[in-house]
């Protein structure tokens, strides 16, 4: 999905590339994709939102001569000694700054999206700090109800319903009014982010086939059975359809084509397991229902390959094109 000078909007789409966790691959796969975007001759202005030390240390890594716009987040401190695969009190802080930095440039207008590279959520135990992800912080600065967690490559895209929750809670967690929220806001992220006029959701059932008439558990026959149904009918302008045994529903995306628009996942790896094999390095993380724009990698902080230049930019190139086009779908125009 690249993007060429020929196909540019008129105005540039300044985007706001965030570090992430300095330990991880996040500086790695940030400078392959600005390597990407010099190579392409691309009219995205990245900017990253970091550590100028530790941005500089991994572009001399990776023998990366082009220039850098850094928004420094970490001043006061000192990353002589880069850590590298461990877990950093001073990545926590940057991780934190960068996003907040960012959220900030894109409310002022002095950027036009936020890609967000992998943090690491576990360190903020050490800032005794939340231990959140992105997409918790971007909700809460929006003040945003509901936001949906999609991940999507070119043929698959897996919202979810119920995201970094123990699969103990998920039944809980689960009901009719919090489905038809993630389906709402799904379909209106289909429509206004990807341009789909006329969404296709399948929502998978919970149980292992559905449930098999409730002998193999029973929400698809207490309440999901008749959710779907009424969220079908609801949304009139959309088609929804479910709940679809995951297994099955998933293996209709083997073949050429997209049988749906998206699939509503009722947890984490329902959805992430087979994104992953279909479409791992060449997807996207992508943040629904807030105000802004915000696409992220497929992947995490990858300690153990951290430092040795091995990372695959795949995600980051994808999560950094994809937020353009965003981008100049809002301003009306086309890639
Ligand atoms: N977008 C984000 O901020 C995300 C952050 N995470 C965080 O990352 C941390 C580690 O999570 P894990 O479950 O270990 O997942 P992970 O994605 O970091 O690593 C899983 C495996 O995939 C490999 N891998 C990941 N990205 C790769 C790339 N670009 N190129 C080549 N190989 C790659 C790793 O080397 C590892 O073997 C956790 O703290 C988690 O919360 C996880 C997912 C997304
Ligand atoms: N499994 C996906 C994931 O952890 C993404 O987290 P974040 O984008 O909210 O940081």
Redesign the pocket.
């Known amino acids: 999905m690249s993007m060429s000078a020929t196909d540019s909007p008129a105005t540039p789409v300044r985007l706001a590339l965030t570090m992430?966790d300095a330990a991880?691959?996040g500086p790695e796969?940030i400078v392959k994709t600005l390597a990407h975007l010099d190579a392409t001759q691309s009219p995205i202005e990245a900017v990253v939102y970091g550590s100028n030390e530790v941005m500089r240390q991994e572009a001399r890594a990776l023998g990366y001569t082009g220039a850098i716009e850094v928004v420094e987040v970490g001043p006061e401190l000192d990353f002589s000694k880069r850590p590298v695969g461990r877990l950093d009190r001073r990545a926590a802080l940057v991780q934190w700054r960068a996003l907040q930095r960012a959220m900030e440039d894109v409310d002022q207008g002095r950027a036009d999206a936020i890609v967000?590279?992998?943090?690491?959520?576990?360190l903020f135990e050490l800032a005794e700090m939340p231990v959140v992800?992105?997409t918790e912080v971007l909700q809460a600065h929006y003040g945003q109800d509901r936001v949906v967690m999609m991940l999507g490559g070119e043929r698959l895209k897996v919202a979810l319903v119920t995201t970094h929750v123990a699969l103990s809670e998920v039944s809980q967690r689960l009901s009719a009014p919090l489905l038809r929220e993630i389906c709402a806001v799904t379909l209106a992220g289909l429509k206004e982010r990807f341009g789909v006029a006329r969404p296709r959701l399948a929502v998978c059932g919970l149980n292992p086939h559905a449930g098999e008439r409730g002998h193999m558990g029973d929400e698809e026959l207490l309440w999901i059975d008749q959710a779907v149904a009424d969220l079908d009918r609801e949304f009139s302008d959309a088609e929804i359809s479910g709940p679809w045994p995951a297994d099955t529903l998933f293996a209709k995306f083997r073949g050429e084509g997209m049988p749906y628009d998206a699939v509503i996942c009722m947890y984490h790896d329902q959805g992430l397991i087979p994104l992953k094999l279909l479409h791992f390095?060449e997807s996207a993380?992508i943040t629904l229902g807030l105000p802004i724009i915000r696409t992220?990698?497929?992947?995490?902080?990858?300690?153990?390959?951290a430092g040795k230049g091995?990372?695959?930019?795949?995600?980051m190139i994808y999560a950094t094109e994809l937020a353009a086009k965003m981008v100049a779908r809002v301003r009306g125009g086309v890639f």
């Open positions: 992430g991880g691959i796969v967000t590279a992998p943090w690491n959520k576990a992800g992105h390095g993380n992220s990698v497929d992947h995490g902080t990858a300690y153990d390959i091995v990372a695959d930019a795949g995600s």
